[in-house]
């Protein structure tokens, strides 16, 4: 499939040119490549479809008896600057859905391209929008070499409600956006198949649910899913959760996240080490922050840079054969 835009965009690709899951619910992407942008919306519309970009709408299906239905999927949200440089297109088409289906929840893809055997995942916080979420997915996808970030939008409600919700998560409380990580986790896990990896960012709210939907994985799932919880609202720990290896990432600012994690807090104040919490001196561009939360801030973001890095020289045969490159260009150059 050629790819839109430069390097920021997204790989619809990356799910597979046809998926099937259990309840024999599929999706078959057809491309539409190198058409003018008003004749292939015309001929969008007019089979009664809509363009599909950067995002793509999930039903979430309740066991039920399956009803088959032909309906075209309609996205929402995103369409920055999306007409003025369109060169190839795909659209979903579903054709068949379950009895009672009424849920839906978003999913997106960013990046370029996929590891054979590895997913990169990622759940925003609090008081996201779905652009401020595509914003963030684009700086993570470039951390990593710009492979792609399969996001699960936790959309928001205002940040009072977000903040109330949190806290009936904190209290053990399972809202649909436990449920609907679920079923995004175990999406990237069929991707993969059983000797693959999931490597999992979790910020702030995103973190709680993560712990919530520990519950509701099996040992095997958990045991191919790696934990980043960055700003968390709570800390997730491998013994509790049973996930193949968890960090926790705190900035020594963040007070809101050290005021409702005593663990966190003890290692911030005794200068302890920790296996799974990671105490961040704050990014001196952060000094003039009430507080260092927001996971595109300075301090926040050089932890993604860092881990992007790490995972890109463990899994990334490509991105290490570049650097290999790079590293004797250098040297023939330059070195003695």
């Known amino acids: 499939m050629e790819r839109v835009g430069k390097t920021e965009h997204t790989s619809i690709q990356s799910w597979g040119d046809l998926r099937y899951d259990e309840d024999d619910f599929f999706i078959q992407?057809?491309?539409?490549?190198?058409?003018s942008t008003l004749e292939l919306k015309e001929k969008v519309e007019k089979e009664g479809g809509v363009i599909a970009y950067f995002q793509h709408v999930y039903w979430y299906k309740e066991p039920s008896v399956q009803e088959p239905l032909t309906l075209w999927q309609k996205t929402r949200g995103f369409t920055w600057n999306f007409f003025s440089y369109v060169k190839s297109v795909a659209f979903l088409r579903s054709y068949s859905q379950n009895k009672g289906m009424s849920e839906t929840y978003t999913r997106g893809t960013i990046g370029i391209r996929d590891l054979y055997k590895a997913r990169l995942s990622f759940v925003n916080g609090i008081n996201y929008t779905h652009q401020d979420v595509i914003n963030v997915v684009k700086k993570i996808s470039k951390a990593h070499g710009h492979l792609n970030i399969h996001y699960y939008y936790?959309?928001?409600?205002?940040?009072?409600?977000?903040m109330i919700q949190?806290?009936?998560h904190k209290l053990g409380y399972e809202s649909k956006e436990v449920k609907y990580l679920v079923s995004h986790l175990r999406e990237l896990l069929r991707c993969v198949g059983e000797k693959g990896l999931i490597r999992h960012y979790a910020h702030s709210q995103g973190a709680l649910i993560t712990v919530l939907a520990a519950q509701h994985l099996t040992?095997?799932?958990?045991a191919q899913i790696e934990i980043i919880a960055i700003g968390p609202g709570q800390l997730v720990f491998k013994e509790a959760t049973g996930y193949k290896s968890v960090l926790n990432y705190v900035s020594a600012k963040d007070y809101p996240i050290l005021l409702i994690n005593p663990e966190a807090r003890k290692v911030a104040n005794s200068n302890d080490m920790h296996d799974e919490i990671i105490i961040l001196e704050p990014h001196p561009d952060a000094q003039n922050y009430s507080y260092d939360h927001t996971l595109d801030g300075?301090?926040?973001?050089?932890?993604?840079?860092?881990?992007?890095e790490k995972f890109c020289f463990l899994h990334d045969r490509t991105y290490n054969r570049w650097m290999n490159n790079l590293s004797q260009t250098w040297n023939w150059f330059f070195g003695n």
């Open 29 to 35: 992407v057809f491309e539409k490549a190198r058409q």
């Open 154 to 162: 936790n959309e928001t409600q205002g940040f009072a409600r977000d």
């Open 166 to 168: 949190s806290s009936q």
């Open 219 to 222: 040992p095997e799932e958990k």
């Open 298 to 308: 300075p301090t926040y973001l050089m932890v993604v840079a860092e881990e992007g």
